[in-house]
């Protein structure tokens, strides 16, 4: 696993310290007063568990978070939730925001904090539900549901980690992050649940049937894949990770949204996200290292 301790920054402390608050506000909205949030010991996982580990790294949230959503879209009730209930055509950006947030309170937070913030969402989804184009009735709430967000967020996130941070995690240790994210989706109210990468595997290769492309599937691509960026400052970072992102996909998945092959490109994607990587590490242990630091004098 890549560590930041000890590397040589490229950066000057000022560049790494401005580029540190432009990655931060990616995730955090000044508007409303957010802030990092504090890692806990005592919350839903620990320091020792296997997602404290993965969801620490930014370019792999990012990228799995993409490739995430583009899968999510393909089930034709979740995105109904999304299509009838959030207001992500006007505010992308805010949407993805809040779901980053809410997987740094639920891994980092303290347990209350954590429990909170679950129970929020549970409460939300029970109010929603529809009817498909098809006229078939859903609830948001649905098990099942669920089931397929989950899974398919724990498949991209991990995925994101062992590209660009642990390439040669152990298959115990990503087995262990399916069952320690279990918890999670049983306080959220999914069901069936992967406890393990082959349990995640077959489930997503069960509920594939059932996936479908239309027109509103692709208005969501669409939107994902060319929203504008925050900041000039991430306009490169939200580039590289918009297609590493689809370069992660599964094969099946790219053909069903008809998105271009990845082979002719994938070695200048792999090669720049993993430079980011690598240059997002030093900059936050950069700016960790001068926050630690006793004053001068």
């Known amino acids: 696993m890549p560590r930041a301790q000890g590397l040589p920054s490229p950066l000057g402390r000022a560049a790494q310290r401005a580029i540190a608050r432009q990655v931060v506000a990616m995730f955090n909205d000044p508007a409303k007063g957010e802030r990092p949030v504090i890692r806990q010991p ?18 792999g949230m990012l990228v799995g978070g993409v490739s995430g959503l583009l899968l999510q879209m393909l089930h034709p009730a979740v995105l109904a939730g999304v299509w009838d209930h959030s207001n992500f055509r006007a505010d992308m950006h805010g949407r993805l925001r809040r779901t980053a947030r809410f997987i740094a309170v639920t891994t980092y937070g303290g347990a209350e904090e954590a429990t909170r913030a679950i129970e929020r969402v549970r409460t939300i989804h029970s109010h929603l539900g529809g009817t498909l184009p ?36 152990s298959g ?13 989706g049983t306080m959220l109210g999914a069901d069936p649940l992967p406890r393990s990468r082959l349990e995640a595997r077959r489930l997503i290769d069960r509920m594939r049937p059932a996936l479908r492309v239309d027109d509103r599937t692709r ?10 960026p925050a900041s000039r400052a991430t306009a490169p970072i939200q580039t590289l990770t918009l297609q590493a992102g689809v370069e992660l996909l599964p094969l099946w998945a790219r053909r069903m949204h008809g998105l271009p ?14 430079g980011l990587a690598r240059t997002l590490r030093w900059t936050f242990a950069g700016v960790r290292a001068a926050e630690a630091r006793p004053p001068a004098g």
């Open 219 to 228: 208005e969501v691509a669409r939107l994902v894949l060319s929203q504008p």
């Open 261 to 274: 092959s990845p082979l002719l490109g994938r070695p200048m994607v792999r090669a720049g996200t993993m």
């Open 42 to 59: 005592d919350g839903l996982f620990g320091p020792e568990s296997v997602a404290w580990r993965v969801h620490g790294d930014v370019v």
């Open 172 to 184: 115990p240790d990503q087995d262990r992050y399916f069952a320690e994210m279990a918890t999670m």
């Open 134 to 169: 098809t006229g078939e009735p859903y609830r948001v709430s649905d098990p099942e549901l669920l089931a397929w967000v989950h899974v398919t967020e724990c498949w991209s996130f991990l995925n994101g980690w062992i590209r660009y941070g642990e390439p040669d995690m």
